[in-house]
T-cell receptor
Framework: DAGVIQSPRHEVTEMGQEVTLRCKPI?????LFWYRQTMMRGLELLIY????????DSGMPEDRFSAKMPNASFSTLKIQPSEPRDSAVYFC?????????????FGEGSRLTVL | QKEVEQNSGPLSVPEGAIASLNCTYS??????FFWYRQYSGKSPELIMF????GDKEDGRFTAQLNKASQYVSLLIRDSQPSDSATYLC??????????FGAGTRLFVKA
């Protein structure tokens, strides 16, 4: 399997612009997570899905952030409008349930810089 | 209060020594606990998981869990320079929701 695939790997944008981050989970995994990592706050859970349905979005910072999972193989995290404080590495991760150890499989991350 | 707490370090140990990393969690309902290693510029990768009180050993790594004290630790024996990384403690807080600590940076000096 190719693992969790994220795009873009790097994004530089200007304040106020819309940013869309994409994720393809491992086939067969029914949970998908979006995390944000910064030096100050560490790895923060933003939202997670089970079978394409959002289960907990309490970590989403504010209404500027939204996430969707239209099908089992694709999810997006959108920031509109973006602000400099959104600069971070955004990780997508997936996991299975049946027989799973609970391990999260991470993508390589999307490094976002908002100028 | 953050749900999973770790000392951010850095923790510096000489090569061959034992590195001890600690973590506490606040949700008593948490059942599963994990240690991930993250090299600079890379994504986290799982190195240990533990569900039951006591010790669990895998090679040079030993995870310890004490649910009464809400405490998880990771021991790395015979530390190598290649072990230098950030170690993230994580807990499943229910409903498969996985929360991470801020991580402890470990430096192993050759």
């Amino acid at each position: 399997d190719a693992g969790v695939i994220q795009s873009p790997r790097h994004e530089v944008t200007e304040m106020g612009q819309e940013v869309t981050l994409r994720c393809k989970p491992i086939s067969g995994h029914d949970y998908l997570f979006w995390y944000r990592q910064t030096m100050m706050r560490g790895l923060e859970l933003l939202i997670y899905f089970n079978n394409n349905v959002p289960i907990d979005d309490s970590g989403m910072p504010e209404d500027r952030f939204s996430a969707k999972m239209p099908n089992a193989s694709f999810s997006t995290l959108k920031i509109q409008p973006s602000e400099p404080r959104d600069s971070a590495v955004y990780f997508c991760a997936s996991r299975g349930t049946g027989g799973s150890t609970g391990e999260l499989f991470f993508g390589e991350g999307s490094r976002l810089t908002v100028l | 209060q953050k749900e999973v707490e770790q000392n951010s370090g850095p923790l510096s140990v000489p090569e061959g020594a034992i590195a001890s990393l600690n973590c506490t969690y606040s949700d008593r309902g948490s059942q599963s606990f994990f240690w991930y290693r993250q090299y600079s510029g890379k994504s986290p990768e799982l190195i240990m998981f533990i569900y039951s009180n006591g010790d669990k050993e895998d090679g040079r790594f030993t995870a310890q869990l004490n649910k009464a004290s809400q405490y998880v630790s990771l021991l790395i024996r015979d530390s190598q320079p290649s072990d230098s990384a950030t170690y993230l403690c994580a807990a499943d807080t229910g409903g498969f929701k996985t929360i991470f600590g801020a991580g402890t940076r470990l430096f192993v000096k050759a």
